[in-house]
């Protein structure tokens, strides 16, 4: 039986032309090569599976090729080449830090350094997963990395960029690795499909690129995964039972079921999920997600990111155009609040069919229609229907004492009280989104009425509203302080002066103050400002200032004069 190569390695690039995703990148060290401008020190992150590791082994091929073509790619036949395609080369060491962080290897590592390359002009180093050093490896390795030899180059890969320190960063020239898009993944699926020749499913390849996050090598991992399940067919249906997913139809039903809220069929369907094996927050995810779609679908500017086959484009497009914008977006926030509380309930199916009753019956509230009961209540008669109706002979039987007569033709209007129906306040509809501006509209308009609005302020009413409020305060002091210096009215601010900054504190603190002023004065614009005058400030005769030490030495000097002989007898000196 031959051995087995997975297609990761087997289709790994070999030329940067081949690297998938990264063509700013590959045209960036290309150019380099091309220009002789190759820094000494390249640290590549990003995410796992994007080709850091790829475009370091490359690029280490094509600095030592001997016969680069005109676009610096390896040419993969010359000693370095085949040196290099059958790993012995001595003139490129990888090193994995995930296993070798310690500063032991660090230093046999700078050993290597010291020797120059026996054929070929760069020995280059790969360091895999630099992170992974230790503080005390990454200093070790800090003044080779800094002034190595001009022989030398290294290449670091590593996926958390901010674990390495700083004065590394500095140190190299740094290339941020972008996650790869699904539809050069699905391309890149179809050529292998191509080169295997394995029949796939467009909608099957977009299954496994969107699984796959962003990272080639998983989308190859999953992709020899369900080959050597389903075979030289690849459908969409083996593909999402390998992968334990919920075909996109049931998105599509329950959705359907929102629209026309029918929450029996709705809850149907959920049932049928649960049977399958999938929990409830895997549905509620994946109908968020289907939400997105739709949502994006809504513009013409955001289609482009429907990241789904060319078949199934147009049938999210007709979805999306019987869903208000306004009804997917409270929809997303209700899978979200579901998504988000799911862990903490205890019955877990009871919990996601409440969020699904609500989004059943959403439309209504989104639209603003009322709910419509099922059942009709029974109707009460009311007491002008149930009360006996009476002629005028046996009213004035009644009157007379005699007995009324059995049979009597109803006449004239009925003898009864009606008692009037009480209004039945309809419940209050959340409004729709497009109607904000009405409602602003309609605050204005309700302010302009009860007269909030800016008017001419005089300054009389100013000195009307300032003793009001003075004569509301209970504490003595801020009384006087508004007595002793009263406001003067410059347009729409109120000044005031003051000798103190304990003053001008005491008044801004007093916050209802101008609360007060502006509705006595009704002017929500009005200001307040309290300023500082030097020319009204208490005199300064009875405040005593701090002594300084030769000033305290003085007094205690005349108070004592032996305290000159203590001075002297300790050698002490007093400071100025």
């Given at each position: 039986?031959?051995?087995?190569?997975?297609?990761?390695?087997?289709?790994?690039?070999?030329?940067?032309?081949?690297?998938?995703?990264?063509?700013?990148?590959?045209?960036?060290?290309?150019?380099?090569?091309?220009?002789?401008?190759?820094?000494?020190?390249?640290?590549?992150?990003?995410?796992?599976?994007?080709?850091?590791?790829?475009?370091?082994?490359?690029?280490?091929?094509?600095?030592?090729?001997?016969?680069?073509?005109?676009?610096?790619?390896?040419?993969?036949?010359?000693?370095?080449?085949?040196?290099?395609?059958?790993?012995?080369?001595?003139n490129?060491?990888?090193?994995d830090?995930?296993?070798?962080n310690?500063?032991?290897?660090?230093?046999?590592?700078?050993?290597?350094?010291?020797?120059?390359?026996?054929?070929?002009?760069?020995?280059?180093?790969?360091?895999?997963?630099?992170?992974?050093?230790?503080?005390?490896?990454?200093?070790?390795?800090?003044?080779?990395?800094?002034?190595?030899?001009?022989?030398?180059?290294?290449?670091l890969?590593?996926?958390?960029?901010h674990?390495?320190?700083?004065?590394?960063l500095?140190?190299?020239?740094?290339?941020?690795?972008?996650?790869?898009?699904?539809?050069?993944?699905?391309?890149?699926?179809?050529y292998?499909?191509?080169?295997?020749?394995?029949?796939?499913?467009?909608?099957?390849?977009?299954?496994?690129?969107?699984?796959?996050?962003?990272?080639?090598?998983?989308?190859?991992?999953?992709?020899?995964?369900?080959v050597?399940?389903?075979?030289?067919?690849?459908t969409?249906?083996?593909?999402?039972?390998?992968?334990?997913?919920?075909?996109?139809?049931?998105?599509?039903?329950?959705?359907?079921?929102?629209?026309?809220?029918?929450?029996?069929?709705?809850?149907?369907?959920?049932?049928?999920?649960?049977?399958?094996?999938?929990?409830?927050?895997?549905?509620?995810?994946?109908?968020?997600?289907?939400?997105?779609?739709?949502l994006?679908?809504?513009?013409?500017?955001?289609?482009?990111?429907?990241?789904?086959?060319?078949?199934?484009?147009?049938?999210?497009?007709?979805?999306?155009?019987?869903?208000?914008?306004?009804l997917?977006?409270?929809?997303?926030?209700?899978?979200?609040?579901?998504?988000?509380?799911?862990?903490?309930?205890?019955?877990?199916?009871?919990?996601?069919?409440?969020?699904?009753?609500?989004?059943?019956?959403?439309?209504?509230?989104?639209?603003?229609?009322?709910?419509?009961?099922?059942?009709?209540?029974?109707?009460?008669?009311?007491?002008?229907?149930?009360?006996?109706?009476?002629?005028?002979?046996?009213v004035?039987?009644?009157?007379?004492?005699?007995?009324?007569?059995?049979?009597?033709?109803?006449?004239?209007?009925p003898?009864?009280?009606?008692?009037p129906?009480?209004?039945?306040?309809?419940k209050?509809?959340?409004?729709?989104?497009n109607?904000?501006?009405?409602?602003?509209?309609?605050?204005?308009?309700?302010?302009?009425?009860?007269?909030?609005?800016?008017?001419?302020?005089?300054a009389?009413?100013?000195?009307?509203?300032?003793?009001?409020?003075?004569?509301?305060?209970?504490?003595?002091?801020?009384?006087?302080?508004?007595?002793?210096?009263?406001?003067?009215?410059?347009?729409?601010?109120?000044?005031?002066?003051?000798?103190?900054?304990?003053?001008?504190?005491t008044?801004m603190?007093?916050?209802?103050?101008?609360?007060?002023?502006?509705?006595?004065?009704?002017?929500?614009?009005?200001?307040l400002?309290?300023?500082?005058?030097?020319s009204?400030?208490?005199?300064?005769?009875?405040?005593?200032?701090?002594?300084?030490?030769?000033?305290?030495?003085?007094?205690?000097?005349?108070?004592?004069?032996?305290?000159?002989?203590?001075?002297?007898?300790?050698?002490?000196?007093?400071?100025?």
């Amino acid at each position: 039986m031959s051995q087995f190569v997975v297609s990761a390695r087997k289709y790994r690039p070999i030329r940067f032309e081949e690297v998938v995703g990264q063509g700013h990148i590959s045209q960036t060290l290309k150019h380099a090569l091309q220009t002789d401008h190759l820094a000494h020190a390249f640290l590549f992150c990003g995410p796992r599976g994007v080709g850091k590791t790829t475009c370091a082994r490359i690029l280490a091929k094509a600095i030592n090729c001997e016969n680069p073509n005109q676009d610096f790619e390896p040419c993969g036949v010359c000693n370095s080449c085949a040196a290099f395609n059958e790993n012995a080369s001595f003139n490129i060491f990888e090193l994995d830090a995930a296993s070798n962080n310690s500063v032991d290897h660090i230093r046999a590592l700078n050993e290597q350094v010291r020797f120059a390359p026996q054929m070929g002009k760069f020995k280059v180093f790969i360091i895999d997963e630099v992170h992974m050093l230790s503080s005390s490896a990454f200093n070790a390795f800090l003044k080779t990395l800094e002034e190595p030899p001009p022989y030398a180059i290294f290449i670091l890969a590593t996926t958390e960029k901010h674990k390495i320190l700083p004065t590394i960063l500095s140190r190299c020239q740094i290339y941020d690795f972008r996650r790869i898009l699904i539809a050069d993944i699905v391309s890149h699926l179809q050529y292998i499909c191509k080169q295997e020749k394995i029949e796939a499913e467009d909608e099957a390849l977009h299954v496994i690129a969107q699984k796959a996050d962003g990272a080639l090598r998983d989308a190859l991992s999953i992709f020899d995964r369900i080959v050597s399940s389903a075979g030289n067919h690849v459908t969409y249906q083996s593909v999402i039972q390998n992968l334990n997913l919920l075909d996109y139809e049931y998105f599509f039903q329950a959705t359907d079921a929102i629209l026309s809220e029918d929450l029996g069929a709705l809850m149907l369907l959920y049932d049928e999920v649960l049977k399958k094996g999938f929990e409830g927050d895997q549905f509620m995810s994946g109908l968020a997600s289907h939400l997105r779609e739709l949502l994006v679908c809504k513009q013409d500017k955001t289609i482009e990111l429907l990241e789904v086959p060319e078949n199934l484009r147009k049938r999210y497009w007709q979805q999306s155009k019987l869903a208000p914008m306004d009804l997917i977006l409270s929809l997303l926030d209700q899978s979200n609040s579901c998504d988000l509380h799911f862990g903490k309930a205890r019955n877990k199916r009871l919990h996601t069919e409440i969020y699904l009753m609500r989004m059943a019956y959403l439309t209504r509230m989104v639209t603003g229609h009322q709910v419509v009961q099922e059942t009709e209540e029974k109707k009460t008669p009311s007491l002008s229907e149930s009360a006996p109706k009476l002629d005028k002979k046996a009213v004035e039987a009644v009157i007379k004492g005699e007995k009324a007569p059995i049979e009597a033709e109803i006449q004239e209007t009925p003898i009864a009280v009606e008692i009037p129906k009480k209004e039945v306040k309809q419940k209050s509809v959340s409004p729709r989104l497009n109607s904000l501006d009405s409602i602003m509209n309609q605050v204005k308009t309700d302010e302009a009425k009860s007269g909030d609005s800016d008017a001419e302020c005089t300054a009389e009413q100013l000195a009307i509203s300032w003793e009001n409020y003075r004569a509301t305060l209970a504490a003595p002091s801020l009384n006087l302080l508004m007595s002793n210096h009263l406001p003067v009215l410059n347009k729409k601010v109120v000044e005031i002066l003051v000798g103190t900054k304990i003053a001008r504190m005491t008044i801004m603190e007093e916050t209802a103050l101008l609360d007060t002023l502006r509705r006595e004065m009704k002017s929500p614009g009005l200001l307040l400002r309290v300023d500082i005058d030097p020319s009204i400030a208490p005199p300064e005769e009875n405040v005593v200032k701090p002594l300084n030490t030769q000033e305290k030495y003085l007094h205690l000097q005349k108070i004592n004069p032996q305290i000159d002989q203590l001075v002297k007898a300790l050698n002490l000196k007093i400071e100025e």
